[in-house]
């Protein structure tokens, strides 16, 4: 059974780097050449795609985030790693980590909730 845990800082100042990392566990072959995506929810809002990247590496990025977003990963850790620049109050949300198609997931992390606050 596939299951995915998001990890990192509840909390971040305003103008710092956010950074969480999602540790994919149960995988199978298949499963590795999944697509690996980053979703967020501000309170309140709906579901935000962030991005994604490849197998092979290629990333994807939502254009309101591009700017601002890097997605990278590890194969030997079975992990991958979010890193969202220039954060603002506006960046507190749960945030999510995915693998499967590339925008709507087919598995979900239980999401971790951060905040952007002074």
Same mark, same amino acid.
């Given at each position: 059974?596939?299951?995915?845990? /998001? ?9 710092? !780097? ?6 994919? &566990?149960?995988? @199978? $072959? ?17 579901? /935000? ?9 290629? !990333? ?6 591009? &700017?601002?977003? @890097? $997605? ?17 109050? /506006? ?28």
């Amino acid at each position: 059974q596939v299951q995915l845990q /998001e990890s990192g800082p509840g909390l971040v100042k305003p103008s710092q !780097t956010l950074s969480l990392t999602c540790t994919v &566990s149960g995988g @199978s $072959i298949t499963t590795n050449y999944y697509y690996r995506s980053w979703i967020r929810q501000p309170p309140g809002k709906g579901l /935000e795609w962030m991005g994604a990247i490849s197998y092979s590496g290629d !990333t994807y990025y939502s254009p309101s985030l591009k &700017s601002r977003t @890097s $997605i990278f990963r590890d194969t030997s850790k079975n992990q991958f790693t979010l890193q969202l620049s220039s954060v603002t109050p /506006e960046d507190t949300a749960v945030y999510y980590c995915a693998i499967g198609r590339i925008v709507q997931g087919d598995y979900w992390g239980q999401g971790t909730q951060v905040t952007v606050s002074s």
